[in-house]
């Protein structure tokens, strides 16, 4: 009995440290959001360019980046009011498509679906104010 009292008094003590709420664990500060960058492409092979915003606010730029093993994520925290960018490009010969996707907060909130290699998927958001 003595030890059955002892374990449940630990779970009891633990459990606020067990499971994150619905935010999945998204213990940022307030006024402060999840960002994730995703490029994703339908063909085998393909040689991507990249350019997006990133948490500082700069500008960045990839070239020949090569997504064949999975999809290109990028992931940062930004406060609401910013800005956010992403465009992607196919440099193929194959016919194909790319997705560029922003979530905010876990939430899709832009994607542009591109059919055409060599133009850009572009997505552009902003996050509103709280």
């Known amino acids: 009995m003595k ?3 002892i374990i449940l ?3 009891l003590l633990m459990s606020p440290f ?3 709420g619905s935010g999945g664990g998204n213990h940022l500060a307030p006024g402060m959001h999840k960002v ?3 490029v994703s492409t339908s ?3 393909p040689h991507v360019s990249i350019t997006y915003i990133d948490e500082n606010g700069t500008t960045q730029e990839l070239n020949d980046i090569d997504a064949n093993t999975s999809n290109w994520t990028y ?3 930004a406060k609401s009011g910013t800005h956010l960018y992403l465009s992607s490009a196919l ?3 194959e016919d194909g498509t790319i997705r560029s996707t922003i979530y905010v907060d876990y939430k ?3 994607q542009t679906l591109n059919y055409l290699k060599n133009l850009n998927a572009v997505a552009e958001y902003t996050i509103p104010a709280d």
């Open 18 to 20: 067990g499971c994150s």
């Open 108 to 110: 899709n909130v832009e």
């Open 43 to 45: 063909i085998t092979n």
């Open 36 to 38: 994730e960058y995703e």
């Open 9 to 11: 008094s630990f779970m």
């Open 75 to 77: 992931i940062f925290s």
């Open 91 to 93: 440099h193929t010969e």
């Open 3 to 5: 030890y059955l009292w």
